[in-house]
């Protein structure tokens, strides 16, 4: 199955500019060094559309990659920068009237209900309630199929929480991570074209994994293309491009690309 994925946000948690800075990045006039909070869309050619994470500005970026309907959401994990556009499906439902369906971590959906109860039950507020079913990933590792697409994922440390990593076929996504375990990487060696994985800096960091480290992942397994995702403003688009090797990048918002069958 070719997929068609677009980077709908390439920042870490803070998005950049970050507020209140005024570093080169922050101030930067380069489109690229704009980043809102990481998500991606993957749309297959059967015409179902796959979000990752809603973060804050996940209304703009539903209108900035010209997508108006969505019925198929997928949760990494559940900090704020990753789920706080949730709101915003009650939009997309009330225009459309079809359910929305959100995977995560099973340990996580009680967690996510009481965050945003109000949308999973009757407040007798005049608005209504959205139809928002929650449903659970495997508990470690295992294959859920999602809009006719199959989707392996297993989970990856990420400080005292977890991430949810993700491969449709030869893509993946992995947001939020420390590391990956070597078992993991084993199991996926060799299977992976294209890679958009998170990095976030060249130093290393306590619960993410650095630029570094993430292409030595890119390396164990193998990918044919990288794209480093989660960036803060200590990256700059040009400057930190041409540190990478030839088959790796930097993604940024709005980047478009597909990954072959
Ligand atoms: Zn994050
Ligand atoms: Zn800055
Ligand atoms: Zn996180």
């Known amino acids: ?54 973060g804050p500005e996940f209304r703009l970026q539903l209108l900035r990659a010209n997508i108006s309907t969505l019925q198929h959401v997928i949760y990494t994990h559940l900090h704020a920068d990753h789920c706080h556009g949730f709101d915003d499906l009650r939009g997309l439902y009330f225009s459309s009237e079809k359910p929305i369906t959100c995977w995560l971590h099973p340990t996580l959906i009680p967690e996510l ?42 989970l990856a440390p990420h400080g005292n929480a977890f991430t949810n990593v993700l491969r449709f076929g030869r893509f993946a996504y992995a947001t939020d991570f420390k590391t990956l375990s070597d078992a993991n990487i084993k199991a996926w060696r060799g299977k992976i074209h294209t890679m ?18 993430t292409l030595e992942i890119f390396k164990r397994l193998d990918v044919e293309r990288g794209i480093i995702t989660h960036l803060n403003h200590e990256i700059d688009f040009e400057v930190d491009s041409r540190k990478l090797p030839s088959h790796v990048e930097l993604a940024f918002d709005g980047l478009e690309f597909v990954v072959p069958e």
């Open 1 to 54: 199955m070719p997929l068609n994925i677009t980077i709908l946000g390439s920042g870490t948690s803070t998005g950049v500019p970050v507020l209140g800075c005024s570093c080169g990045v922050c101030k930067s006039k380069d489109p690229k060094n704009e980043r809102w909070r990481a998500s991606i869309a993957v749309r297959h050619n059967n015409g179902h559309t796959v979000v990752v994470d809603t």
């Open 113 to 154: 209900k009481q965050r945003f109860h109000y949308a999973f039950e009757d407040t007798g507020y005049l608005g209504g309630r959205p139809d928002i079913r929650l449903l659970p990933f495997p508990q470690e590792h295992g294959t859920t199929t999602i809009a006719d697409m199959e989707i392996e994922t297993f």
């Open 196 to 213: 958009v994985a998170s990095g976030l800096r060249w130093r290393s960091h306590k619960t993410h994994s650095s630029i570094d480290e």
